[in-house]
């Protein structure tokens, strides 16, 4: 192979909008640390408590592949089994309710349990109740599926693979995509949302009793970091209450500005346990390198090097390209693509600095920040450790500046031990001086 050949592979191996399987080749799994192991841990000492933890980190931390090898983590698969959740296969992400999470409970959980153990429509009769009910409200059917059902229906009135598919095929497919549907179901559901939630409850506590060896049904909810800030606050505040009352162990993502939000104290109150997904600074607050940031910027390098082989790149712009990505995963990769892109584009056989500093300002254009937003960065690169001055303004309204920085990753969070400070994106700090000076 070529060396323009191995460089557009690199280019498409930067793609930053893939999540990794757990084989994947490409994954480094040296970045999520010992995070993995004490997050499996926790949830196995805790499995008798019905646990909610709530994972917030910056949008493209790389949440998603953890989810994904946390699925398969043996010391977690030992005791739950593993039911992985997209709500973007749920519902319209900026139109979701608890009610459209609880329906994807009870579809995951059996369609998670087929494949472990032998359910007959007798096992799961309140979820044959709910199932009844939904066809009657939502007539997308299929000719296989009914037929399927014909010949299979048993004393519960439905064959579980029938279920199965309608739910997936008939139900979830068109409810995440009709509004219509949609509505008819929350009105219908919304007046005895407590009575939905306990026939979940119940198959989820039939299922459970017949995986033996005393494992649980562990929830994967991915992708909910992806709301709008508005949308995250409304699912896990105003309807946090009906969350909680979820009877399995279960985990959610959350966006870092609306767990920066004043909201989010009474969130973790009602819901569970909240665990910032850790994060890979690399400087400290005031500018300086420690060890712990150099042994960051080795981890980095090594994600870079996995995508974009050593040779493809001059040092210099490999370690220009790991200080513009803060120790952020989808940053770096975002901008080394970029790069790889405008290195093609001139035939040139390596990546250099003047790519990198190309793909740099078309990430600071790709902010189009207001005047108050770049006001705001400046005050925290002159002090990391800025707070918003009043919760009621800065915190708590969804539109609030801080919280939309933190929602773009123009502000990204870091911690320090159990201290947090701020600190602005890398592309944008030589513009922040520059309007200072």
């Not at 949440?63 to 089994?81: D, G, I, M, Q, R």
């Not at 992400?93 to 059996?110: K, Q």
């Not at 709910?130 to 004393?155: H, N, P, Q, W």
């Not at 890979?280 to 974009?308: F, M, P, Q, Y």
Request: glycine share 8%.
């Amino acid at each position: 192979m070529s060396t323009l050949e191995r460089l557009e592979q690199a280019y498409r191996d930067l793609d930053w909008l893939q999540p990794l399987g757990p084989t994947d080749p490409l994954l480094y799994r040296p970045l999520f640390g010992d995070f993995l192991n004490s997050i499996a841990r926790e949830l196995v000492l805790l499995k008798g408590e019905s646990r909610t933890m709530l994972m917030h980190g910056h949008v493209g931390s790389g949440k998603s592949t953890f989810f994904n090898c946390l699925e398969v983590e043996p010391e977690l698969t030992a005791h739950f089994l593993a039911v992985p959740i997209s709500i973007k296969e749920v519902s319209d992400p900026e139109d979701i309710e608890a009610i459209d999470l609880f329906l994807a409970f009870a579809t995951a959980a059996l369609k998670s349990a087929s494949g472990q153990v032998r359910l007959r429509p007798v096992d799961v009769p309140h979820l044959v109740k709910l199932y009844k009910e939904l066809k009657g409200l939502i007539t997308v059917e299929t000719t296989r599926e009914t037929k399927r059902e014909g010949r299979g229906a048993g004393s519960g009135g439905a064959a579980i693979p029938a279920m199965l598919n309608w739910l997936t095929a008939g139900l979830q497919l068109n409810y995440a995509v009709s509004l219509d549907t949609r509505k008819k179901v929350r009105e219908t559901y919304a007046p005895e949302v407590g009575t939905l939630i306990e026939r979940v409850n119940s198959t989820i506590a039939a299922i459970e009793s017949r995986l033996g060896k005393d494992r649980r049904l562990l929830f994967l909810v991915d992708d909910t970091d992806k709301l709008s800030i508005e949308r995250g606050l409304r699912l896990f505040d105003q309807q946090g209450h009906q969350l909680a009352q979820l009877r399995a162990a279960a985990a959610f993502m959350v966006d870092k500005a609306v767990a920066c939000s004043g909201r989010f104290s009474g969130i973790t109150t009602r819901l569970g346990a909240s665990r910032p997904f850790p994060g890979a600074k690399i400087v400290e607050a005031d500018g300086k390198s420690s060890e712990v940031t150099l042994r960051n910027c080795g981890l980095i390098r090594e994600l870079l090097h996995r995508r974009l082989p050593e040779d493809l790149i001059t040092p210099g712009a490999r370690d220009k390209l790991i200080g513009l990505g803060g120790g952020h995963c989808r940053e770096t990769l975002r901008i080394a693509r970029e790069a790889t892109f405008r290195a093609l584009a001139r035939t040139s056989p390596r990546v250099d600095e003047a790519d990198v500093d190309y793909a740099a300002i078309g990430r600071f254009n790709e902010f189009n920040l207001t005047q108050e937003e770049l006001q705001l960065l400046q005050h925290v690169l002159d002090n990391p450790w800025w707070c918003p001055p009043t919760a009621d303004v800065d915190v708590e309204v969804p539109k609030a500046p801080f919280l939309r920085l933190l929602n773009a990753v123009a502000l990204l969070e870091y911690s320090n031990g159990e201290q947090k400070w701020l600190r602005p994106h890398p592309v944008l700090i030589p513009r922040l001086r520059r309007l200072k000076a």
